[in-house]
């Protein structure tokens, strides 16, 4: 069983930053792609980073420039630093862990408020 625990949201001003992490557990392969996802109120979940396959890195273009993800394979953690925080960036971020043999693994979810 996988389980991942995310941590590190809050409420920070514009122009702020803050760094999300997200600790996996059980069953997990360096090959697993990770990533953040994020949905606001009244939107779909969208895709914020992901460490792909290989390394390779993707990145919403809202938020190219302001946001790195990284990722720690001896700890089993994802990390992404946000800076230069918008109010745009307001939702509740999700990490994700992809499973090729069947359902992504979903963390629980953190809170990132972004006042103006």
């Known amino acids: 069983q996988v389980q991942l625990v995310e941590s590190g949201g809050g409420l920070v001003q514009a122009g702020g930053s803050l760094r999300l992490s997200c600790a996996a557990s059980?069953?997990?392969?360096?090959?697993?792609?990770m990533g953040w996802y994020r949905q606001a109120p009244g939107t779909q979940r969208e895709l914020v980073a992901a460490?792909?396959?290989?390394?390779?890195?993707n990145y919403a273009d809202s938020v190219k420039g302001r946001f790195t993800i990284s990722r720690d394979y001896a700890k089993n953690t994802v990390y992404l630093q946000m800076t230069d925080l918008k109010p745009e960036d307001t939702a509740v971020y999700y990490c994700n862990l992809n499973n090729p043999v069947g359902p992504d693994y979903w963390g629980q979810g953190t809170q990132v408020t972004v006042s103006s």
């Open positions: 059980g069953n997990i392969f360096r090959s697993n792609p």
């Open positions: 460490i792909n396959v290989g390394g390779r890195i």
